[in-house]
C-alpha cells in the first residue's frame, strides 16, 4: 500500500525533496469543522455526488460531533505552484502510526436538514483518490485522511523532441526501455501519439498548453502553439511509486 508519508504531508513548513532536486514546501490550513449527524462520513466529488444516495460513504460508523478538516499545501520551489496535497478529519488529537484503506460502503439515510459538506481543490485536478483510516498506537480511530497523490511520485526520465515534429517514429534509446512507442502523424507537426505498455506523457518546455486525447492508435498530444525556441518533452515514469523524501 503506497501512500504519502502524511506524518510528513502535514508537519507545517517541512521542505520534501522531488528526485529531480526540486524541492517543496509544505504549509497546513484548517478549513473548518465536519459536522457529522448520522455515524456516517462521505469522501467524493461534492459537485457530483449524490446526497440522498449512499455515494461516497465509507465503510466505518462514527461518533456524532463536530471535527477539523485540514489540508496539507504543497508549494513546488521549480514554479511556486501550490497543490492541496492531502486532506484529513481529525477525530482525536493523537498520531496515526497505522493506517487502512477506506472503502466505500453503505450507510443510513441523512435527514433534509442535516447535509454538511467541507469542499477544495483535489490535487491535480479530477481524479480518483484513495482515503485511509488512520490508528494510533492503542488501535483508536484518529483521523481519516484522503491522499492526492502530489507528494508521490514515479522516477522519471525525459526524451527531447524538436520543434516542429517530424513525421514518423520518434528513435531514442529511453523510449525503448521504459517500454514506450512515440510517433509523429503524418499530417500534423503539432501532435505526438504515444503508445507501448510504459507510463508517459508529453509537455512542452514553454508551457504550452497541450492536449491529450485518448484514442484507439494511442494518447495523442497536441499543441496550437509553441514558442520559437521550445520543444517537446516525453516523461517517462518507472511503474515504482514512492513517497517524497525529506530534503
Known amino acids: 500500500m503506497i501512500h504519502t508519508a502524511f506524518e510528513d504531508a502535514f508537519f507545517d513548513g517541512l521542505v520534501l525533496r522531488e528526485t529531480t532536486g526540486d524541492t517543496v514546501t509544505m504549509t497546513t490550513r484548517v478549513l473548518g469543522n465536519l459536522r457529522i449527524h448520522s455515524g456516517a462520513i462521505a469522501a467524493a466529488d461534492p459537485l457530483t455526488m449524490d446526497f440522498d444516495g449512499s455515494s461516497g460513504r465509507l ?16 508549494r513546488f520551489g521549480h514554479d511556486q505552484d501550490q497543490r492541496v496535497a492531502c486532506a484529513r478529519v481529525r477525530f482525536a488529537d493523537k498520531s496515526a502510526v497505522r493506517w487502512q484503506s477506506a472503502k466505500p460502503a ?21 481524479g480518483c483518490y484513495e482515503s485511509y483510516w488512520g490508528f494510533d498506537e492503542a488501535g483508536e480511530l484518529v483521523e481519516l485522511a484522503t491522499d492526492f497523490e502530489v507528494l508521490i511520485e ?13 513525421r514518423g517514429r520518434i528513435e531514442h534509446p529511453l523510449l525503448k526501455q521504459y517500454g514506450v512507442t512515440a510517433r509523429a502523424p503524418l499530417f500534423s507537426r503539432r501532435t505526438i501519439i504515444l503508445g507501448g505498455k510504459g507510463m508517459a506523457r508529453v509537455e512542452l518546455s514553454d508551457r504550452s498548453p497541450v492536449q491529450m486525447k485518448d484514442w484507439p492508435t494511442g494518447l495523442h498530444y497536441s499543441w496550437a502553439s509553441a514558442g520559437p525556441d521550445a520543444h517537446a518533452i516525453i516523461h517517462l515514469f518507472s511503474r515504482e511509486r514512492r513517497p517524497l523524501a525529506h530534503a
Open 154 to 166: 514515479n522516477p522519471s526520465q525525459s526524451v527531447e523532441v524538436p520543434l516542429p515534429t517530424k
Open 59 to 74: 465503510d466505518r460508523e462514527l461518533p456524532n460531533g463536530e471535527y477539523p478538516l485540514e489540508i496539507a499545501i504543497a
Open 106 to 126: 453503505g450507510a443510513p439515510e441523512l435527514e433534509e436538514d442535516e447535509g454538511n459538506v467541507v469542499m477544495f481543490s483535489s490535487g491535480t485536478g479530477d
